[in-house]
Structures are given as C-alpha cells and as structure tokens.
C-alpha cells in the first residue's frame, strides 16, 4: 500500500483525469490532493501548477521549496 496518501481520496486515480501523469506523483514527497490542494513535504500550501506540468521535473531549487527535490518513490514489497 502507498504510504504518502493518508488523508481519504488523497490518491491521484480518484481524482486525476489528466492526459499525462506529471513526475510529481512519483515523487516520494508528493502527498496527493489534501483539502483541495494538490500537496507535497516541499510545497505543504499547494505545488506550484507549472512544477506539475507535463514533462516538468523538480530536481533543483525552485522558491519556496523548502530544499526538497524530487526524490523517486519506491514501494518497499512487504512480506
């Protein structure tokens, strides 16, 4: 199970219905739509809408950010 989505319908498959699947939701940071605003630990307030736009990567400082990047997201199998 995905860790980052605590709060309820915070995944992006009940909500996103976009033609692309921006880097942000396989960033370890990123925490989904929480109380309308698309979340991550480096934006808490709402991702700026041209980090999560198509093709975009937040690798490098960018204002507000808090020093956290993306980091890839890797599901531990739990057995």
Wanted: aromatic share 18%; glycine share 10%.
């Amino acid at each position: 199970m995905d860790e980052r989505f605590k709060e309820p319908y915070s995944n992006p498959r009940w909500w996103w219905a976009g033609d692309y699947i921006p880097y942000c939701f396989d960033c370890a940071h990123f925490r989904g739509a929480v109380k309308g605003k698309i979340v991550c630990a480096a934006f808490p307030d709402g991702i700026p809408p041209e980090l999560c736009d198509k093709g975009r990567l937040h690798d490098g400082p960018y204002p507000g950010d808090n020093g956290i990047y993306f980091e890839e997201y890797k599901e531990e199998l739990k057995k």
